[in-house]
């Protein structure tokens, strides 16, 4: 399994208003290969 943390931050292009998030990512691997994912 492996979990990141992460932020995104920049300009909504029709509008000009600011766009900031916060994710957490949680994937799980199986033979080398994303089984499973999921983000919040």
């Known amino acids: 399994m492996a979990i990141a ?3 995104v931050s ?3 292009i ?3 208003n600011p766009y900031e ?5 949680f994937m799980t691997f ?3 290969l994303i089984v ?3 983000e919040y």
């Open 21 to 25: 998030m916060s994710y957490a990512t």
């Open 14 to 16: 029709s509008n000009g």
């Open 5 to 7: 943390e992460w932020s």
């Open 30 to 32: 199986k033979n080398g």
């Open 10 to 12: 920049g300009r909504v």
């Open 36 to 38: 499973n994912y999921r």
